[in-house]
């Protein structure tokens, strides 16, 4: 009611006021202008913005998909910049209280004025600091200086100057220099004004780099001299011996001095090929199979942005970056470079063939019948080289001219070629390189166990082995000549034994000449005499395997005396001990208990006797030490039984059995 005497002109959005309140009611004026504005615009905002009719819209709608496809032109703001089209429309339009007659990005914007300002990179030009030296000194105080030194700039609370016994205000002495002010800095934002670097000059930053650059340049100087230095080392080493294998044919005057030399230039070349490289630790030496700090990265082969792409996501070059090169020649050639090497294009064939097959109403599939692929495959390849054969064939029986397809290569035409190679008198390569030796996918020229020969270098009886030492066990340590000699010995004795065998007859007539002799002991003096002679005669006629089996034989029947005499001896304790034979028949451990039956109890004892033990080892580690007796920690060293090691075992629970926790600790 109060405000009745306000109208609005809705033409000029402007309030004409006839009457006021008092001055402390102007916001309510302000409210009404922008209630007004508001208003206003929304007028203009809805009287624009019809409802489109249905022609309308499909004009529009295919207005907006020609413009995403690139057929029509883009649409333009009010500063003639174009919209790009694929923005979406709650980007791009714009709100109706901002009553924008046009399509405009300008609601997306930041104010240029609300930007938070900083300082620019090169004020360090304008940008002054220090002591101002232009200015001319002053003589005496000035009232508000500082009471210290006597600057304008900075008061006492302020000052970095040693605190004086007598300040400057009161001895008019020593005038401090004014300072240089920075300008004022509240229109900066708060980057601006917490800015560390403001003001510094980056060429000043060139003096660091030249001092690490004359650091790198004495690096590399004392490194080249060190390679020198090695390197003379190694050529006096050289020319010293080069001058003992001088002096020592020198010695010889049968060779001629043409030989002399020749053996000189041999034995160089040899000393310089078993020369043995030293390793410096100081090199980096790194494994070439994984990416590694030292490689260069893919994307810095070629700088250029119109060169081949890189994705980051995969860390792929598909593309050669070196455009123009050979690839052979180059240190990377693209990863596309590997789908062309190896295996890959065989594939790519079969998979090919395997195409073409179906088109032409085979049923073939290279993944799912790999096999019929591949026979299929293979029989065609056969075919079609018969027919270029055939082909070839027919044409040159026609025509003629099969000689010039024999000729040699070019290389061979004029008996020359690039691939020199110096052999030695000794067949050592002097100069060039020596001829690949082929190699395959098994481990070769291992020598385990300090052999100098291979497993399997080696064949007797029906074995392999080392022909180094003539060893046939592949776990052995090499014996050289020795291991050598105790094989022949081996075979020796076998040769003995098979003799044995063959004259056996002979060794039965033997014994029963013995035997005759030994018989006829009683006889007469003459009949012993002669038989002496007989047997001297015997002994010179026996062989060798003769005497050792005789030697056998006397040794066993000696064996066979002592085991009679040892059953006597056992025999007649059997007798003392026949009262007890019942009940010791009956106690555990007898003859007749079975065998399964008589270990069981074995473990059984044995896993007593271990429970024993661990029970009195806790019992002794709880006791104190000072509380122990002497020796109490001393036990038995023998070597455990079998079945002492099967009852550890049954003892022993292991962690990742599931039935460990309802087992008892014992």
Same mark, same amino acid.
């Given at each position: 009611?109060?405000?009745?005497?306000?109208?609005?002109?809705?033409?000029?959005?402007?309030?004409?006021?006839?009457?006021?309140?008092?001055?402390?009611?102007?916001?309510?004026?302000?409210?009404?202008?922008?209630?007004?504005?508001?208003?206003?615009?929304?007028?203009?905002?809805?009287?624009?913005?019809?409802?489109?009719?249905?022609?309308?819209?499909?004009?529009?709608?295919?207005?907006?998909?020609?413009?995403?496809?690139?057929?029509?032109?883009?649409?333009?703001?009010?500063?003639?910049?174009?919209?790009?089209?694929?923005?979406?429309?709650?980007?791009?339009?714009?709100?109706?209280?901002?009553?924008?007659?046009?399509?405009?990005?300008?609601?997306?914007?930041?104010?240029?004025?609300?930007?938070?300002?900083?300082?620019?990179?090169?004020?360090?030009?304008?940008?002054?600091?220090?002591?101002?030296?232009?200015?001319?000194?002053?003589?005496?105080?000035?009232?508000?200086?500082?009471?210290?030194?006597?600057?304008?700039?900075?008061?006492?609370?302020?000052?970095?100057?040693?605190?004086?016994?007598?300040?400057?205000?009161?001895?008019?002495?020593?005038?401090?220099?004014?300072?240089?002010?920075?300008?004022?800095?509240?229109?900066?934002?708060?980057?601006?004004?917490?800015?560390?670097?403001?003001?510094?000059?980056?060429?000043?930053?060139?003096?660091?780099?030249?001092?690490?650059?004359?650091?790198?340049?004495?690096?590399?100087?004392?490194?080249?001299?060190?390679?020198?230095?090695?390197?003379?080392?190694?050529?006096?080493?050289?020319?010293?011996?080069?001058?003992?294998?001088?002096?020592?044919?020198?010695?010889?005057?049968?060779?001629?001095?043409?030989?002399?030399?020749?053996?000189?230039?041999?034995?160089?070349?040899?000393?310089?090929?078993?020369?043995?490289?030293?390793?410096?630790?100081?090199?980096?030496?790194?494994?070439?199979?994984?990416?590694?700090?030292?490689?260069?990265?893919?994307?810095?082969?070629?700088?250029?942005?119109?060169?081949?792409?890189?994705?980051?996501?995969?860390?792929?070059?598909?593309?050669?970056?070196?455009?123009?090169?050979?690839?052979?020649?180059?240190?990377?050639?693209?990863?596309?470079?590997?789908?062309?090497?190896?295996?890959?294009?065989?594939?790519?064939?079969?998979?090919?063939?395997?195409?073409?097959?179906?088109?032409?109403?085979?049923?073939?599939?290279?993944?799912?019948?790999?096999?019929?692929?591949?026979?299929?495959?293979?029989?065609?390849?056969?075919?079609?080289?018969?027919?270029?054969?055939?082909?070839?064939?027919?044409?040159?029986?026609?025509?003629?001219?099969?000689?010039?397809?024999?000729?040699?290569?070019?290389?061979?035409?004029?008996?020359?070629?690039?691939?020199?190679?110096?052999?030695?008198?000794?067949?050592?390569?002097?100069?060039?390189?020596?001829?690949?030796?082929?190699?395959?996918?098994?481990?070769?020229?291992?020598?385990?166990?300090?052999?100098?020969?291979?497993?399997?270098?080696?064949?007797?009886?029906?074995?392999?082995?080392?022909?180094?030492?003539?060893?046939?066990?592949?776990?052995?340590?090499?014996?050289?000549? $020795? !291991?050598?000699? %105790?094989? =022949?010995? +081996?075979?020796?004795?076998?040769?003995? *034994?098979?003799? #044995?065998?063959?004259?056996?007859?002979?060794?039965?007539?033997?014994?029963?000449?013995?035997?005759?002799?030994?018989?006829?002991?009683?006889?007469?003096?003459?009949?012993?005499?002669?038989?002496?002679?007989?047997?001297?005669?015997?002994?010179?006629?026996?062989?060798?395997?003769?005497?050792?089996?005789?030697?056998?034989?006397?040794?066993?029947?000696?064996?066979?005396?002592?085991?009679?005499?040892?059953?006597?001896?056992?025999?007649?304790?059997?007798?003392?001990?026949?009262?007890?034979?019942?009940?010791?028949?009956?106690?555990?451990?007898?003859?007749?208990?079975?065998?399964?039956?008589?270990?069981?109890?074995?473990?059984?004892?044995?896993?007593?006797?271990?429970?024993?033990?661990?029970?009195?080892?806790?019992?002794?580690?709880?006791?104190?030490?000072?509380? $122990? !007796?002497?020796? %109490?920690? =001393?036990? +038995?060293?023998?070597?455990?039984?079998? *079945?002492?090691? #099967?009852?550890?075992?049954?003892?022993?629970?292991?962690?990742?059995?599931?039935?460990?926790?309802?087992?008892?600790?014992?």
């Amino acid at each position: 009611a109060k405000f009745t005497n306000f109208t609005f002109d809705t033409r000029e959005t402007k309030i004409i006021s006839t009457y006021l309140l008092g001055a402390e009611q102007r916001w309510i004026v302000i409210t009404c202008l922008e209630i007004a504005h508001v208003q206003s615009v929304a007028r203009m905002a809805n009287v624009e913005k019809k409802k489109l009719s249905r022609d309308d819209f499909h004009k529009q709608k295919e207005l907006d998909e020609a413009r995403k496809a690139g057929t029509a032109p883009a649409e333009q703001d009010e500063h003639g910049q174009d919209i790009n089209p694929h923005i979406p429309q709650y980007v791009s339009q714009a709100p109706w209280y901002l009553g924008f007659d046009r399509p405009t990005l300008t609601h997306q914007r930041q104010d240029e004025d609300k930007l938070e300002k900083v300082a620019p990179l090169d004020e360090w030009e304008r940008y002054k600091k220090g002591v101002n030296k232009n200015a001319p000194k002053a003589k005496k105080f000035r009232k508000g200086a500082c009471t210290n030194c006597g600057a304008m700039t900075h008061k006492k609370s302020e000052c970095v100057e040693r605190p004086r016994k007598l300040g400057a205000k009161y001895t008019n002495k020593n005038i401090a220099r004014d300072e240089f002010v920075p300008k004022d800095i509240s229109e900066l934002g708060y980057d601006g004004k917490h800015d560390r670097w403001r003001g510094y000059n980056p060429a000043e930053y060139q003096r660091v780099v030249n001092e690490y650059a004359k650091v790198e340049e004495e690096k590399r100087k004392m490194k080249a001299k060190q390679l020198r230095e090695e390197k003379f080392q190694q050529r006096k080493e050289v020319e010293d011996t080069k001058e003992k294998d001088k002096e020592k044919a020198a010695g010889d005057e049968s060779d001629s001095s043409s030989s002399d030399d020749e053996d000189g230039d041999e034995m160089k070349y040899a000393e310089q090929s078993n020369m043995i490289s030293k390793i410096d630790t100081k090199n980096r030496v790194s494994v070439r199979n994984l990416r590694i700090r030292e490689d260069t990265a893919k994307y810095l082969r070629n700088l250029d942005v119109n060169s081949a792409y890189y994705d980051p996501k995969t860390r792929t070059m598909r593309a050669n970056p070196y455009e123009g090169k050979d690839p052979s020649a180059v240190p990377f050639a693209g990863d596309n470079f590997v789908r062309y090497t190896g295996d890959v294009v065989d594939i790519a064939q079969r998979q090919i063939f395997a195409w073409d097959a179906t088109g032409k109403g085979e049923e073939l599939h290279a993944q799912a019948d790999p096999t019929l692929a591949e026979m299929m495959y293979k029989q065609y390849q056969g075919k079609k080289d018969d027919f270029k054969q055939n082909q070839q064939k027919s044409v040159l029986e026609k025509y003629g001219g099969e000689e010039h397809l024999k000729a040699p290569p070019k290389e061979l035409l004029m008996a020359q070629s690039e691939h020199y190679v110096e052999y030695s008198k000794l067949g050592r390569v002097i100069k060039g390189q020596e001829k690949a030796i082929a190699r395959s996918k098994y481990l070769e020229d291992q020598h385990p166990g300090n052999h100098t020969s291979v497993w399997g270098s080696y064949w007797h009886q029906g074995k392999w082995g080392f022909a180094c030492c003539h060893s046939c066990i592949r776990e052995s340590f090499c014996t050289g000549d $020795r !291991g050598k000699e %105790a094989a =022949s010995a +081996s075979d020796a004795n076998a040769i003995l *034994e098979a003799d #044995e065998h063959s004259k056996g007859e002979s060794t039965e007539e033997t014994r029963a000449i013995t035997s005759r002799e030994d018989a006829a002991e009683g006889t007469s003096a003459a009949d012993e005499s002669k038989a002496a002679e007989e047997e001297e005669v015997d002994d010179r006629s026996k062989s060798l395997v003769q005497l050792h089996k005789e030697q056998q034989q006397k040794t066993l029947e000696d064996a066979e005396e002592a085991a009679r005499k040892d059953r006597k001896r056992k025999k007649k304790k059997d007798k003392k001990s026949k009262k007890h034979k019942k009940h010791r028949s009956h106690a555990p451990g007898s003859d007749s208990e079975d065998e399964d039956t008589k270990r069981s109890r074995k473990i059984k004892e044995a896993m007593e006797k271990q429970k024993a033990e661990d029970a009195a080892a806790d019992k002794l580690l709880a006791t104190d030490e000072r509380s $122990r !007796g002497y020796g %109490a920690i =001393s036990g +038995s060293f023998e070597e455990p039984t079998e *079945e002492e090691m #099967e009852a550890f075992r049954l003892r022993q629970q292991r962690a990742d059995d599931p039935m460990a926790q309802f087992m008892n600790k014992e």
